[in-house]
């Protein structure tokens, strides 16, 4: 069995909002970035299990506000991780990357 990475919700429509600077939401980020470039230098796949979500989804029915929605921005993940052609892109539609 071949080891992989997989990486969730690291997308565009979830730190659009994130200021730069420390907050630890940012300092995560080239760590990440950093740790798929030895990843992809070994051959380990990357794969990224993104959110994409309907604008009238029933999670946006209460408090949550709609990000992550189906064929806009906010779906990729975010550049900052230097996403390669070789990545594997997943569009998830529940909230587990897993199910």
Known sequence: MQP???VVDMLE???EHI???DRDERKIIPL???FLKQCRRISIPVIFACDSFLENDFIFQ???KPHAIR???GVR???AL???DTDIILEKRRFSAFF
């Open 4 to 6: 992989s990475v997989i």
């Open 13 to 15: 429509g979830n730190y």
């Open 19 to 21: 200021p730069t600077g």
């Open 32 to 34: 990440v970035r950093d």
């Open 62 to 64: 209460s408090r949550m």
């Open 71 to 73: 064929g806009t921005s």
């Open 77 to 79: 993940p975010l550049s």
């Open 82 to 84: 230097d996403i390669e």
